[in-house]
C-alpha cells in the first residue's frame, strides 16, 4: 500500500494510523501517509474537477487545429510555414500539459501523484524544447 500523493510505501504500522479519504462520488478510498499529503490531494482533486473539460477541448482542439494548418499549409505549398507551426503548437501543447499535469489512475497508483505531476512537467519542458529544435533544424 503506497500513499496516493507522495508515493511513500506504508508499512503495516502505518496503514491503522494512516488517513482515508472516500470522495463522495469516488467509489475508491484513498490513503496517505500523513494530513498534508491529504490536503494536496483534495486541492488537486479540486483542480482536476474544475479543469478537465477544458483540457480535453484543449487538447483535441489543439490536435485538429493542427492537422487543419498542415492540410492547408501542404494544398497551398508553403512548407516553410510547417516548421513554425510545429514549434508553435509544440508550445502550446508542452504548456497545456504544464498547466494540467493529469496523469492516468494507473501511474497515480505506481509512484504517487506528486512523482506523475513532476515526471508531466519534465516531459512538457522536453515537449517544448524538442519542438523548437525539430522546427529549427527542420
Ligand atoms: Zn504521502
Known sequence: MKCIWCGKRLDNDGIEKNIYYRELNMDESFH???ENCKKDFIRYLNDVEKNKNKFLIGLFGLVFIYVVLNIIVSILKFEILSKGILI?????????????????????????IKNTIKVIRVMSIFIILSS???GLIM
Not at 89 to 109: A, D, H, Q, S, V
Request: proline fraction near 6%; charge should be positive.
Open 32 to 34: 496517505f501517509c500523513c
Open 88 to 112: 508553435a503548437f509544440g508550445c502550446l501543447f508542452g504548456i497545456l500539459l504544464i498547466r494540467c499535469p493529469y496523469g492516468t489512475p494507473e501511474t497515480n497508483k505506481w509512484i504517487g
Open 132 to 134: 523548437i529544435i525539430f
